[in-house]
């Protein structure tokens, strides 16, 4: 069965617009999708009108705080994305405030960028930083991490592990712990984590109420991947299966539009989706 759970479009940091996505899910006849953009489940409705045959799931995959260093993914399944979007609302208002100060210190500071902030709520009701970096990049300006202003990365909406556990399940889906070996810092860098680390912040996850695990990611190895069937099977939670597709050239190896699934898995993670 061909399926993916964690994929991006325009609507946050992939690079295919969502007519030209689901292009793609057309051609492949993929069985059943998800596109789980940063902070927003917006691009869900466009996509529903364009895709075919293919079974569509509402997702995002939400940045939560874990301290001012420490950020975790958290993907939401079978959610309810009109709901969820008036969720993210009440963060999504003080965050505009607190971006639109960053971003008038630098355009101030780099004066021959063209940059309006009011172009980057288009696909959402809040500025959404992808946008904002991408131009930046267009007009020449270096927007590598270390010199891309801290507070102009994407550190979410500011809402906390248990808050963003507690919004999803508000909103009728599924908390999934994206790549669960992988998570960010301040500036965006990715964070690796060891077997002790994943065992230790799981534990603390487990307890605001996590459905399940991405174990089935593109990225990780047999060990990582039985390793966190372990703590599923253990713990009566779920699994997931996600390519984190981006649609970004010369990823298509690593991060692709979707995975063919033994078909009694596939079914398995669907059903409890839908539980």
């Not at 971003?103 to 309006?116: D, V």
């Not at 709520?121 to 891309?148: A, T």
Request: charged share 30%.
């Amino acid at each position: 069965m061909k399926i993916n759970f964690h994929s991006h479009s325009h609507y946050s940091d992939g690079k295919k617009t969502v007519k030209e996505l689901a292009k793609e899910i057309n051609n492949a006849k993929i069985d059943y999708f998800a596109l789980s953009d940063h902070d927003t489940p917006n691009g869900y409705h466009e996509l529903k009108k364009l895709v075919k045959k293919t079974k569509l799931i509402p997702a995002i995959e939400i940045t939560a705080k874990y301290d001012e260093d420490h950020f975790f993914h958290i993907l939401g399944l079978n959610i309810d994305p009109i709901k969820m979007e008036k969720e993210l609302m009440k963060y999504g208002e003080k965050y505009n405030v607190s971006f639109e100060k960053a971003f008038n210190r630098f355009t101030k500071q780099n004066k021959h960028l063209k940059l309006n902030l009011s172009d980057y709520k288009v696909r959402s009701k809040w500025v959404n930083p992808w946008y904002l970096k991408y131009e930046s990049e267009k007009q020449g300006h270096d927007v590598s991490n270390k010199n891309w202003p801290g507070d102009m990365h994407s550190h979410g909406l500011g809402a906390t592990l248990p808050e963003v556990i507690k919004i999803i399940h508000k909103c009728g889906g599924k908390a999934i712990w994206a790549h669960p070996f992988i998570i960010r810092n301040y500036i965006d860098e990715q964070i690796d984590l060891n077997f002790k680390e994943v065992a230790k912040y799981f534990k603390e996850i487990l307890s605001y109420g996590i459905d399940g695990l991405e174990a089935y990611y593109i990225q990780f190895d047999k060990r990582q991947q039985q390793f966190l069937l372990d703590l599923a099977n253990k713990n009566d939670l779920m699994v997931t299966v996600g390519t984190d597709f981006h649609g970004k050239t010369g990823q298509e190896k690593k991060r692709p539009l979707f995975l063919e699934v033994n078909d009694k898995i596939a079914k398995k993670i669907i059903s409890d989706i839908y539980k």
